[in-house]
């Protein structure tokens, strides 16, 4: 393993770790503030939506729909392997059409 | 509300992550799969799994591991994408008061979205203590290391994955990341701002500040009065 992989890895464990043990103590410091609550609670979907637009609408057209299939799939079934079959299948599918 | 640690919740958080675990493993084959794609050591992998033990993350990482590694980058984007387990450390801090740190800190590290959400679960129906996560976490974190070495392994056997629209998983484990979020309209707002603020940045700067940029973006929209009564 090269040396500049194994710091690379050292430090996402680090900071991941980090953030697994912070949340106790942010609550401490922002109790009663509704507005830094507010944000806070908006964050893990805000991240999610940011890192997948351009893999949703700046790849192609066979791209963008079969991620509105798997977005359909998994809001009504709540289930994520059968999520990633739907999505995948569909965009092998649409592929072959488009 | 007792802050206990028990383990007989612990076999309950086992037990009923029993489920939650397949799904794990389904989509820890999908990331051992494409650490061949993205030119990963075997050991990098498993290092990566056992170490950093965070889906989201390790798939984004993925995308940007190309030698010399940007390291700096990579720390980074790995903490702004595992923001999330700050609040969700912070919704079970009712739990661990009276709890002595030395039981809570190594506890903590099983934290992920999925063993999260069971023992929150739990906990808040009054069902189990924090022992759920205890049980819960450790089965989700042996199914994220023997999908990996499984999908890894298995790579070889798949040469080229976009055959397959392989290439596709990433975005699906995403979508459904975020669909499990949803909790109704007021999410529209932040997901929108988060997106269309994403779609600009990326379009202006290199790299992944997209994702840091748009996802504080979106959060802010909590400053929007009133519906931050989530």
Same mark, same amino acid.
Not at chain 1, 32 to 46: F, I, K, T, W, Y
Not at chain 2, 53 to 80: E, I, N, R, Y
Not at chain 2, 143 to 171: K, N, Q, S
Not at chain 2, 187 to 209: E, M, R, S
């Given at each position: ?10 430090? *996402? ?66 289930? *994520? ?18 | 509300? %007792?802050?206990?640690?028990?383990? $007989?919740?612990?076999?309950?958080? !086992?037990?009923? +992550? ?16 494409? +650490?061949?794609? !993205?030119?990963?050591?075997?050991? $990098?992998?498993? #290092? ?38 700050? #609040?969700?450390?912070?919704?079970? +801090? ?13 506890? #903590?590290?099983?934290?992920?979205? $999925? ?11 009054? &069902?189990? %203590?924090?022992?759920?996560? #205890? ?31 392989? %290439? =596709? !998983?990433?975005?699906?484990? =995403? ?7 949803? &909790?109704? &309209?007021? %999410? ?6 988060? !997106? ?11 790299? &992944? ?22």
């Amino acid at each position: 393993m090269r040396i500049d992989s194994l710091i690379a890895i050292l430090g *996402m464990a680090a900071v991941t770790y980090l953030t697994r043990i912070s949340g106790p103590w942010l609550v401490r410091l922002v109790q009663g503030n509704q507005r830094v609550e507010a944000c806070l609670s908006r964050l893990p979907g805000s991240i999610l939506a940011a890192l997948l637009a351009p893999l949703v609408f700046a790849v192609g057209t066979a791209e963008a729909v079969a991620s509105g299939i798997t977005l359909l799939v998994a809001l009504r079934f709540r289930n *994520m392997p059968l999520s990633l079959v739907a999505g995948v299948g569909s965009l092998v599918v649409l592929r072959h059409l488009l | 509300m %007792d802050a206990r640690l028990t383990l $007989e919740s612990a076999r309950q958080g !086992a037990l009923r +992550t029993l489920p939650v675990a397949f799904s794990v493993f389904a989509y820890g084959m999908v990331y051992g799969l494409l +650490t061949r794609q !993205a030119g990963l050591t075997l050991a $990098e992998s498993v #290092l990566s799994s056992g170490l950093i033990f965070a889906g989201s993350s390790q798939f984004v990482s993925l995308d940007m591991w190309s030698h010399p590694l940007p390291v700096t980058a990579l720390v980074f984007t790995t903490c702004v994408v595992n923001l999330r387990h700050v #609040l969700m450390s912070a919704s079970l +801090t009712p739990w661990m008061r009276g709890l002595p740190s030395r039981s809570t800190l190594p506890l #903590l590290f099983l934290l992920s979205d $999925e063993s999260w959400a069971m023992t929150y679960g739990a906990v808040s129906r009054g &069902k189990s %203590d924090l022992g759920f996560l #205890l049980g819960s976490g450790l089965l989700i974190w042996a199914a994220w290391m023997a999908a990996t070495i499984t999908g890894r392994l298995a790579g070889a056997v798949i040469p080229a994955p976009e055959a397959f629209g392989l %290439d =596709f !998983a990433f975005t699906a484990v =995403f979508l459904s990341l975020l669909a499990g979020l949803w &909790k109704g &309209k007021g %999410d529209i707002p932040p997901w929108v701002v988060a !997106a269309v603020t994403a779609l600009l940045v990326d379009h202006f700067l290199p790299g &992944k500040w997209y994702i840091v940029i748009g996802g504080l973006a979106g959060s802010l929209t909590g400053l929007w009065g009133n519906n931050a009564d989530r």
